[in-house]
């Protein structure tokens, strides 16, 4: 990957801005496509602020116009609030209507970008216990998953124009600057950290580093499309990360949440806390992808700021 002119969607989150300082420290023209007209034009990081809204489905498409690559990863944050009927719509149209807009905005140019990493989440799978998920399990039918079906169908126009589709199922990427790490990395260093539920629940983590190499990895692979699960190797339980920050900080871990009171804090969403998604990387092993943080232990010690032991 050299050179290239990469357009980035949700480029201000957690993932998004850290990939796009890595394409941009790489040399590589990033444009951002944004909401806001005041950061159209270059800006002062090097990028270039291209317009867009994807709840009206308006879109600048001329200015994508000799794009090398698109990754697509706005939509708003599932965790950020507790699911009302509106927000339920709002997690479903940022993503769907955002999608529908820009696979057809990317399909209509002259010269289409060859790769359009569309993100997806493995909230696709449902809640799954504790069976193993690779990218040939089934969907699942509650709502997240029922979202993100809708998601991935929505970047078909892109396909059918040639254009490469790879969908990353995304797991829990646990970093302190943004999502589950946000929440529960202060709660442990203050020692107030505790099992969620039975702890038995199995969650897929990926470090914010491996999750942003694993989306460079699929913008230059020509061989990937399709789903690919952008998790660790290791799906560990909830209990097991608790453990794992207890001892790394050196806090204690002794409070435990109870479902009934997550369930009664959180509404609908608690299932997200609760629910069990034992998802592998099956696809980006198979193609040759090396975690630098393949086990709990360096995930934890990635998302404290530490070297891995």
Known sequence: MGGMRIAVTGSTGLIGSALVDSLVGDGHEVLRLVRRRSRTGPQADGTVGVGWNPLLMQIDGAALEGVDAVVHLAG???????WSDAYRREIRDSRVLGTETLAAALARLKTPPEVLVSASAVGWYGQTGDQVIDEQSPSGSDFLSTVCQEWEDAARPAADAGIRVVHPRTGLVLDPKGGAGARLLPLFRLGLGGRLGSGRQYWSLISLADEV??????IGRRELSGPVNLTGPEPVSNAELTAELSEQLGRPAVFAVPEWALRAVLGEMAVEVVGSHRVVPKA???AGFEFEHPD???IVSAALGRRSS
């Open 284 to 286: 980006l092993v198979e």
């Open 213 to 218: 190499a694993a989306l460079r990895f699929l």
């Open 76 to 82: 708003a944050g599932v965790g950020d609030r507790r």
């Open 296 to 298: 709990l232990p360096s």
